[in-house]
């Protein structure tokens, strides 16, 4: 699941790149040149979330921004924006400007956006920008009309004096009015959904149309995926009954976890028509292990 947050997010973003740009930066004039790959291969590979060149109205920049659910576990976010600022700056030699986005409202508290030291002549000072969602007023989102934002507004600081459940339809709504194709109108939605999940009652927002989210291609993976699960699950029961009719039970236990591991619908199907065709339980298990 922290994946689709994390593919979904990331894809909202740099399709409404120009204007994600605008708003971090806090600056109404940016054109967005490039995207730039910023993995590297160090002791293991890393790559940042969102990396672009930009053009201001005085100079080019990296415009970099890191989505987070939670808080930074593995390394502090100070530490991880170090790293990533490094490379960066190194990299293109040009200013890099940071931003962090925090999700859950419970996130970034304790993010204090900088890191400095500075000792016997050696100085250093990384400043970056921390976005805490759960303190952006909502409501000027939706008067914006920012469409690259309006999946995000659930997470955002409702007006005082709106109940939940009508701030969440007005934040539906507002995304539905949103003058983007149906392809696009389908991911916000999509994106809506699933993010206001995070930490609302996934039945506030059963007022979204179905026909409007099916047009999104996210909601079209999805689908499929669900299908090519069911279709792994039947697949992987049709080979345990076949080995558990051909040979010991006991015996076909010991392989049960091997055969659980396996994720490739292909490889499932392979090794139900050779549990087909085995004499024996060892000639299947060469082929499994193979």
């Known amino acids: 699941m922290p994946q689709e947050y994390d593919t979904t ?17 806090n600056v109404p004039n940016v054109e967005v040149l490039a995207d730039l790959d910023t993995e590297q291969q160090l002791v293991r590979a890393f790559r940042t979330d969102i990396t672009k060149r930009v053009r201001l109205d005085t100079h080019e920049a990296v415009l970099h921004i890191e989505l987070q659910l939670h808080d930074s576990t593995e390394k502090p976010m100070w530490a991880r924006n170090a790293h990533y600022h490094g490379y960066l700056v190194g990299e293109h030699q040009i200013p890099v400007y940071s931003n962090v986005i925090y999700f859950h409202p419970n996130a970034g508290k304790n993010d204090p956006g900088h890191y400095a030291y500075s000792w016997n002549g ?24 920012m469409p690259g934002l309006l999946p995000f507004t659930p997470l955002m600081k409702p007006p005082g004096d709106v109940p939940l459940n009508q701030w969440i339809q007005q ?29 609302h009652d996934t039945s506030l927002f059963e007022q979204i149309p179905e026909a409007l989210m099916q047009e ?13 699960q069911g279709t792994k699950e039947a697949t992987l029961k049709s080979l345990r009954t076949v080995l558990n009719a051909k040979f010991h039970v006991e015996a076909v236990q010991a392989i049960d976890t091997a055969l659980q591991d ?3 619908l ?25």
């Open 122 to 145: 050696y100085d250093y000072r990384l400043n970056y920008k921390v976005i805490r969602l759960i303190e952006i007023e909502g409501q000027s989102i939706l008067e914006a009309q």
């Open 216 to 228: 999104s291609p996210f909601e079209q993976r999805r689908r499929e995926k669900f299908i090519e």
């Open 262 to 264: 396996i994720d490739d």
């Open 9 to 25: 997010g990331k894809d909202i973003l740099n399709e409404q790149i120009n204007e994600i740009a605008r708003y971090v930066l």
């Open 266 to 290: 292909q490889r499932l199907e392979h090794l139900l028509l050779t549990a087909v065709n085995a004499k024996t339980l060892d000639v299947f298990t060469e082929v499994l292990f193979e």
């Open 171 to 199: 934040c539906i709504d507002a995304t539905i009015a949103s003058p983007v194709d149906p392809p696009t109108k389908g991911t916000l939605l999509y994106g809506l959904s699933l993010f206001g999940s995070l930490v």
